[in-house]
């Protein structure tokens, strides 16, 4: 039966992109120039740089730091603050790769793995504060309201996932860290970690590229697929379908029903999502942000399966990663609504007619800048890439050849 169905599906979409050619196309462009702009230039110098760091060490040295903090909150060792830190910089799906990568060098065990994943992908502050706040709401000031309902909800995500896993037996029990940073075990698992890896720099540098870029290739394929995706069910009017049976719970949390096409689209697609949210006039500012945190906190079936792929490399499970992004949305749509007003009168999101600050006005024009320079530059940092990428993949291919 799910031979069948799945066979079914795939062929309905198949015969959906020929009877809809322009409307694929039109998607499948739309999402290589989000992948092409944003994501690849803005992912892959922090990818590069994670492999590097993983590989000298110094992502060891700051987990017997960062223990004392991450054991008693969050249940993982302190390598985990390093994923989540860099989860937050850079956006989706990098905490998944990180934490595969972990799991990859047996830094974490199995449930650790499970628990850091689930909260360790979030929307970058460049998605939150250039694509959604200046790009679709022209409202630079959300972005602060975005960002803070957002990371508070997904630390909170984080606190109750140290309670997964609690009941399955331990073959052996943590070592029990102490409460003051240990600066000299610090420094001895950075000298241990370095001397086990044998590889010179020009390896090392050659096989972060590699694996960035390899992750990257395979995030601009379920970026643009489920762009397609999204589109095609919009045209076959599946999305307004399910928008539908939203007409009867978007109303009892007081929100408007035309928010059921945007709120199903984000549940495919992050940016579509957003963006339609943004565009529903029926509504005031504060019902659009608590759509669009829940749409960014549940992240999408596009990222999920971005998330899926690489945990499918490790024996990382993926349910719990699903069940962490329904809490992450909810979360960060409860905490849009507690944050409103203080954060609504500081930053001066709700009054357009207000004199604003002008260190407030500073922020504005910075991420407007950010949003225009990746606009313009992105695109050559990701064919110089790409370049690269092809000099050290030929390269390997000869020498195994001649190996």
Same mark, same amino acid.
């Given at each position: ?32 120039? =989000? #992948? ?11 990818? %590069? ?8 060490? %110094? ?18 060792? &302190? ?42 992908? *979030? ?19 959300? &972005? ?21 896993? %609690? ?50 290739? =395979? ?24 928008? +539908?049976?939203? /007409? ?33 006039? *029926? ?18 079936? +596009? ?11 490790? /024996? ?21 609504? %507690?944050? #409103? ?24 024009? #910075? #991420? ?6 990746? +606009? ?28």
């Amino acid at each position: 039966m799910k031979t069948l169905v799945l066979a079914t599906l795939v062929t309905l979409m198949a015969i959906s992109m020929i009877a809809l050619p322009e409307d694929s196309l039109e998607a499948s462009i739309r999402g290589l120039k =989000m #992948w092409w702009e944003i994501v690849f230039p803005s992912l892959f110098p922090f990818f %590069v740089i994670s492999e590097l760091l993983i590989g000298f060490g %110094v992502v060891k040295f700051l987990g017997v730091l960062l223990e004392p903090f991450m054991r008693p909150f969050f249940r993982v060792p &302190g390598v985990g603050g390093f994923a989540w830190a860099m989860g937050m910089a850079t956006g989706f799906p990098a905490g998944a790769k990180l934490t595969a990568r972990l799991r990859q060098e047996n830094q974490l065990t199995k449930i650790e793995a499970q628990r850091l994943v689930s909260f360790t992908n *979030s929307s970058s502050p460049l998605f939150i504060f250039g694509a959604v706040s200046v790009g679709f709401f022209h409202n630079p000031r959300l &972005g602060f309201l975005l960002a803070a309902a957002h990371y508070l909800g997904n630390f909170f995500v984080g606190f109750i996932m140290r309670f997964y896993g %609690v009941k399955e037996k331990k073959l052996k029990k943590h070592k029990e860290k102490k409460a003051l940073f240990n600066i000299s075990e610090a420094l001895s698992s950075l000298h241990q970690t370095r001397i086990q890896n044998h590889k010179p720099l020009g390896k090392l540098l050659g096989d972060a590229v590699m694996s960035s870029i390899h992750t990257l290739l =395979m995030i601009g394929g379920f970026i643009i697929l489920f762009s397609v995706i999204n589109k095609l069910l919009f045209h076959l009017h599946f999305t307004p379908a399910i928008a +539908s049976l939203l /007409d009867y719970i978007l109303p009892i949390l007081q929100l408007p029903k035309e928010f059921g096409n945007s709120l199903v689209a984000g549940i495919f697609e992050i940016t579509l999502g957003s963006q339609m949210a943004s565009e529903v006039q *029926s509504s005031v500012l504060l019902q659009q942000a608590i759509i669009v945190s829940f749409i960014l906190g549940f992240s999408g079936f +596009s990222v999920h399966a971005q998330v899926a792929s690489i945990l499918a490399t490790t /024996d990382i499970a993926y349910k719990p990663f699903f069940f962490a992004r329904v809490l992450h949305g909810i979360l960060a749509s409860i905490f849009t609504v %507690v944050l #409103w007003e203080p954060l609504s009168n500081y930053f001066h999101i709700q009054t357009t007619n207000t004199i604003v600050p002008v260190f407030l006005q500073e922020y504005d024009h #910075w #991420w407007e800048t950010i949003l225009v320079v990746f +606009s313009k530059f992105g695109p050559l940092l990701t064919i110089i890439s790409l370049v690269f990428y092809l000099f050290f993949y030929i390269r390997k291919m000869s020498n195994n050849q001649v190996s």
